[in-house]
């Protein structure tokens, strides 16, 4: 399963799951909130991944970490509150799945800087073919 198919059954459950229930809402919310700032950053990928004919971009480790914390946000909710070793089980994941997210939006900026920085040089040298070329 692709990243972006992987993010979007995530994004999905923690809908899903923070309309329905009022366990783990701070966890849930928090994940929302990373889920939501990244949504368009995905988005762009693919439609420029697309565009530009590119091949997928790949994230193995952050898919198959959004894969298993879609397992994990449709779980817990499930839990009775008076299971306390599974309900901590179900809060570290939900946290260990925030810290991903939190790593995944670090990563994608510095891509992001990488590639506007590759994009600047590209431009300055095709300026200064055509300015040589003017000459």
């Known amino acids: 399963m692709a990243l972006v198919a992987a993010f979007g059954l995530l994004f999905d459950a923690v809908r899903d799951v923070n309309n329905n229930t009022s366990k783990f809402k701070f966890q849930l919310k928090r994940i929302k909130g990373k889920l939501e700032a990244l949504d368009p950053l995905i988005k762009q990928i693919k439609e420029f991944d697309s565009e530009l004919d590119l091949q997928k ?5 952050f ?3 959004m894969t298993e914390g879609e397992r994990v946000v449709r779980f817990c ?3 009775h509150l008076w299971n306390i070793r599974k309900k901590h089980h179900c809060t570290e994941k939900l946290l260990e799945l925030d810290e991903s997210l939190k790593r995944l ?3 994608l900026q510095i891509q992001i800087i990488r590639d506007l920085k590759e994009t600047l040089i590209l431009t300055n040298d095709i300026h200064r073919k055509i300015m040589g070329i003017r000459k």
């Not at 971009?57 to 480790?61: I, V």
């Open 63 to 65: 898919e198959e970490q």
């Open 57 to 61: 971009w790949e994230a193995r480790d």
């Open 77 to 79: 909710p499930q839990l």
């Open 105 to 107: 939006m670090q990563i």
